[in-house]
Every structure is written in C-alpha cells, then in structure tokens.
C-alpha cells in the first residue's frame, strides 16, 4: 500500500537507487528544505483527513494506511493521526527523531532511521529481523508483510504468512510495495510479484511489467505500474478504466484500498477507482503544487509544496461520493472483512 524512499540531510540520496513504490527520478516529498504541508480528503470517521496543525508545514513525506496517516518532518521526527485502535498512530520516542523514511498499512506503521535500521509500532507480527537492523535504505509495509532494501539491493520481508520470495525478487531490488500481495521491482526495470493467494491476477505479471517499469504500488488485489514513458499500467481487479490523464506525464503513483492516484509533471493529481466519500474527486488544492501523493482506503493525502495557504489551512472539505452500486458495496464489505481477518 505504501512505501518511501530516504531522505538525509534535506538532500535526496540516490544510492543503489533507492526507491519504493515511486518513480526513480521524483522524490515523495517536498524538493524544498522547508517541506511542504498535508492536504487530504475523503472519508474522515477516524479523523484521517483532519490534518492536524503541525502536518500543515516542514513536512518532507506522506504515508497513508488505512485509516490513519503518517508525516515526516524536515526535522525528522514523525507524527500520525487517525485510527489508532492498535497504536498505530501512536509514535514511540524512537521515531520522534533521525527517521529518514516512513511507511504505512492498515493497522501498522514503519520508519527507517538514519543509521538503517527499521522500526515499527501498531499491529504487527514477527519483529523486525535482524537483517533489517542496518544498512536498510527503503521500505514498504502491506496488509500481511513487510519489506526492506538493503543498500547492496537485496530484500528482507518478514510476513504474518511467510510467503515463499521468489528467488529473482532477493537481488537487485529497486523499487518495493505490499498490499495483501507483494511487488518487487527489478533493476532491469522488471517486476516480479507474489503471495499465499493470487485472487485477482494481482501477482500474474503482464508484458508491459516485464521492462521499463520505473515504479511500482500495490493495491487492494491490484498491482499499478508507472512505465518510463511516464504512462500508468495495471492488473488484477480493475475497478475502473484507467483514465486518458495517466497515459503519459505521470511521475509518481499510488494505490490505494479501492481507489488510485497518479502524480502529474505538472504537480497536479488525478484519481480513479471507487468513490465512497469523495476519495476519488481531487480538490483545487490538489490540482497544482503537488510533490507527493499517499492513497489509504477509501481517503487520499497529498503533500503541497511549501506550507498550505492561510486561507486554506483547515480541512479541505470531504466531496460527496458516486452512488454506492451492489458492486462497490460487496468490494468494500469484502476488503472490510479481509482487513479485519489480518
């Protein structure tokens, strides 16, 4: 669901490449000192789309989960909101201060501190393995498992499942992601997935994914690629067609629970897939100074560059929804339930 890369120094260090689910050559935050401020909409039950105060400026990352929100400052300490029923958005001390990376899935939160180690709070399942104590450089958190990069491009996950790695994914790693399926992607721009259990086609790798994939995001039972053309490819569920806007011009994508967002060039965002509360529809402020974008569930968050303006500094207003089909209702119930069993 979501992924980060490291950011050191107020610089963006492109050793081995490091990437996660964005685009190689577009950092997920703000390319001012300064930071940028939050912006979300959508659903807000949990408080997931009112930014707090201190999110509204320095900030440097976004991570969504899947009611709740992380932020990395330019100081780089960490704060959350939104759900929190298991401590998800509760930070520890540790992550209050040399957090370079940030990540985020339905109950769980994780950072990467600057000397490479990763640590995480929320639900979780086997604690971090020793390999991913030091020299970590990128990292990716989905419903069931975790990954890591390490700084010579080999992956570490450790699962509530301990699904089998393929052995092509455990080298010459450049991008991760995870949802309830995991992506890999290659050096060679390839992409490899897997899981316990293919639903969808999701880990069913197509042509277009097998060369010049730049960025990888895992969705609910969905894979999303960004080629080098700048275009959007996807497989498994397809909840909606992908719209003509990601054909070309994108540079940073993200998936969601039953929706998706794509970066433009131009810093504006586009949206598509389900629209239960307003997800789906980009505000204004949305539209133009986006540096990083982050889709939790059924609500997205965007990072705007520089802080928010005065006039628009509280909550951007959630959109009413499309009418709720049998179709979307059943998806929900089922990624609702799904969830829940994890």
């Known amino acids: ?113 600057a000397d490479g180690s990763v640590i995480e709070w929320g639900l979780f399942w086997p604690d971090v393995p020793e390999a991913a104590k030091s020299g970590v450089v990128a990292i990716a958190t989905g419903s069931n498992h975790d990954l890591a990069i390490k700084s010579d491009g080999s992956l570490v996950t450790w699962s509530l499942y301990g699904d089998p790695v393929p052995p092509e994914a455990t080298t010459d790693v450049r991008g991760i992601d995870a949802d309830f399926h995991q992506l890999v992607l290659k050096a060679d721009g390839s992409v490899v997935s897997w899981s316990h259990k293919d639903e969808y086609g999701e880990t069913t790798v197509p042509e277009q994914a097998k060369s010049g994939v730049t960025a990888v995001s895992a969705g609910s039972w969905r894979s999303v690629a ?29 998936a969601g ?31 133009s100074g986006i540096t990083a974008i982050s889709a939790g569930d059924y609500f997205s968050v965007a990072l705007r560059r520089g802080p928010l303006p005065a006039q628009s500094r509280s909550a951007v207003a959630s959109t009413p929804g499309d009418g709720v089909t049998a179709q979307m209702s059943a998806d929900r119930q089922a990624l609702d339930k799904e969830r829940a069993r994890r």
Do not use: C
């Open 257 to 287: 629970g039953l929706h998706d967002l794509a970066l433009k060039a131009d810093g504006s965002v586009v949206a598509w897939g389900y629209n239960f509360s307003g997800e789906s529809v980009v505000p204004e402020l949305a539209k």
């Open 1 to 113: 669901m979501n992924s980060t890369r490291i950011r050191r120094a107020h610089k963006w260090v492109a050793a081995v490449a490091l990437l996660a689910g964005t685009v190689l050559t577009t950092p997920q935050a703000s390319a001012t000192e300064d930071g940028g401020g939050v912006i979300a909409w959508g659903e807000n039950k949990d408080g997931q789309t009112t930014v707090p105060e201190a999110a509204k400026s320095g900030v440097v990352s976004v991570a969504a989960g899947g009611n709740h929100v992380l932020a990395l400052k330019t100081d780089g300490s960490v704060i959350a909101w939104g759900k929190n029923d298991n401590g998800q958005a509760t930070v520890p001390p540790e992550a209050r201060s040399g957090v370079v990376a940030i990540a985020a899935s339905y109950s769980k939160s994780l950072a990467l501190k």
């Open 226 to 254: 960004l080629k080098s053309n700048g275009s959007v490819i996807s497989w498994g569920k397809q909840l909606r067609p992908l719209p003509p806007e990601v054909s070309g011009g994108v540079t940073a994508i993200s």
